[in-house]
């Protein structure tokens, strides 16, 4: 059974960072691509960032460029986000998926709350 | 701003049958598979049609998806209070892109 578990979220102020971290397990963690996708409150959902299987090649959504970054460690079957700068409007749920082609995620997390407010 | 477009809200009757569009361009529906996803009160989105029309293991055939040209189409019949959800249509378009979402109400 697939297993998506986040970690990470909190209440961070405006300019400030945080490190976002989700657990896999039941699939072979290096080979599929790996997203974030997040979800403002009472707002759709977004993607906002991609990594490759191997961790080699890395996406991101115009809104986070330069301010996020994915990373992953197959070792630890463990998918990263580190956001940095945070700004207001990224008060989100931020959601691990998994990957199953280009136009869809076969998996999500349970999401993690990110607040960012003074 | 999406270049997906649902209707915001959709409604019907239990046992009824609902429909809600997704409409795109050339450069994403016109030239990438469709996916659909539901999302209940509080949940975590849940992949109910990859490939245009393809149904995961577990998902009801009351669940149905459709493309043609730039737009496609998800159908529901047979209408569960349970169905109750916000819908989500997603492409690719140079990356992966929702549509800004259909709140089902069963009436």
């Known amino acids: 059974e697939v297993q998506l578990l986040e970690s990470g979220g909190g209440l961070v102020q405006p300019g400030g960072s945080l490190r976002l971290s989700c657990t896999a397990s039941?699939?072979?963690?290096?080979?599929?691509?790996m997203s974030w996708v997040r979800q403002a409150p009472g707002k759709g959902l977004e993607w906002v960032s991609a990594i490759s299987g191997s961790g080699v090649s890395t996406f991101y959504a115009d809104s986070v460029k330069g301010r996020f970054t994915i990373s992953k460690d197959n070792s630890k079957n463990t998918l990263y986000l580190q956001m940095n700068t945070l700004r207001a409007e990224d008060t989100a749920v931020y959601y691990c998926a998994k990957n199953a082609g280009l136009s869809t995620i076969d998996y999500w997390g349970q999401g993690t709350l990110v607040t960012v407010s003074s | 701003q999406s270049v997906l477009t649902q209707p915001p809200s959709v409604s019907a009757a239990p046992g009824q049958k609902v429909t809600i569009s997704c409409s795109g361009s050339s450069s994403n529906i016109g030239n990438n598979y469709v996916s659909w996803y539901q999302q209940l009160p509080g949940t975590a989105p849940k992949l109910l049609i990859y490939?245009?029309?393809k149904r995961p293991s577990g998902i009801p055939d009351r669940f149905s998806g459709s493309k043609s040209g730039t737009s496609a189409t998800l159908g529901i019949t047979g209408l569960q209070t349970g169905d109750e959800a916000d819908y989500y249509c997603?492409?690719?378009?140079?990356?992966?892109?929702f549509g800004g979402g259909t709140k089902l109400t069963v009436l």
């Open positions: 490939e245009n029309n």
């Open positions: 997603a492409t690719f378009d140079s990356s992966l892109w």
């Open positions: 039941g699939f072979t963690f290096s080979s599929p691509v």
